[in-house]
Each structure stands twice: as structure tokens, then as C-alpha cells.
């Protein structure tokens, strides 16, 4: 028995109770982490630092442990007034409130338009209109992209000494070639 219980001291988690208990403790939830994954961590963490209690007790702790770690101050607010009594109530009572306080975001940038009769009509061709030249510019700009290989502007051509272009490129008349022209 006395080896027993040196090797659980040793090697067993027991003497862990503490830190899951103070990681429990500690637990907020981080920027971007939804509410699902909170909920899961903070189950897990309460089977390791509260594995000796009964079910009703654990239950109720999860609950209180999860609104304490809810990083956004009105949802905590609101999952904890709602007194839940297990963590999966609070949990979808939380996540509800979050939907709904995003669907009450949204719908005050929503404006209604109205559209008088006839002159619909004209704004959408109108519309259409400018929608095919854009998509046109938008063609031609991107075929001539395809065309042109892109080039640093300060690449200097060794012909002219100028910068913008290279040699191949060169639009300067030689003196060579003016010869050329003159006696040809």
C-alpha cells in the first residue's frame, strides 16, 4: 500500500487538481475563439480539476465557469442574469443572444428604397449600361496587363542611358541609324 501510494504521488495526476482548478480559475476566452470551443475547454478542464464531484455540482460550476471566461462583457452580462443551471443552457443561451445581437447590428445599416414607376426602368439601363463599359475597361486593362511584362521604373537602358526601359526596347534614333535612313 505504502508503494501505491508513493507511485501516485509520483506519477498519478492527482497532485494536477490544483492547476487544472487555477487554469479553470483563469480561462478567458481568446479573440476569435467561438463560443463552442470555450465551452468544450471549460468542460474538459472541470472532468480533470473537479473529477471527485457529483454531476449536479459539476454542472452548476461549468455554467459559472463559462459566463466568467465569456470575453465579451454584454453576453456575459446577459448568460449570467439568465441563471443557468448546467453549461450546455448556457452555452446555447449565450450563442442566441450573440445571433441576435448581430442580426440587430446589421439591420439598423439597412435603409429601404423606394423606386418611383418609369423612372426604374431608365436607372436600371442606365445601370446596365455603365456596368458593360466597366466590365469592357476592365477587359482591355487586364488583356493589356497579360501584354506588358511588368518592368522596374528604375531599370536604365544602357543605349540612352535613360531609365523606364531597356535596351531592346529603346525608342532613341542612333546616329547610325539616321545615316541609315538618309542614305537608303
Known sequence: MTIENALEALFGDSHLTQFYR???????????????????DV??????????????????????YF?????DEDTQHATRLMDAKDLKSALAYSMKYEAAKTVSKTSRNVR???????????????????????????????????????RNPNVTCWKCNKKGHVQRECQTISSNQVYGRLTG
Open 22 to 40: 487555477t487554469e479553470l480559475k483563469t480561462r478567458r476566452q481568446k479573440p476569435g475563439e467561438s463560443l463552442h470551443v470555450l465551452a468544450a
Open 43 to 64: 468542460e474538459r478542464l472541470m472532468s480533470l480539476a473537479y473529477a471527485e464531484c457529483p454531476q449536479d455540482v459539476r454542472d452548476s460550476l461549468a455554467a459559472q
Open 67 to 71: 459566463v466568467d471566461a465569456i470575453r
Open 112 to 150: 429601404s428604397i423606394e423606386v418611383e414607376d418609369g423612372t426604374g426602368k431608365e436607372k436600371d439601363e442606365k445601370l446596365d449600361c455603365l456596368l458593360k463599359t466597366l466590365e469592357k475597361l476592365l477587359n482591355s486593362h487586364v488583356a493589356g496587363k497579360k501584354n506588358t511584362p511588368r
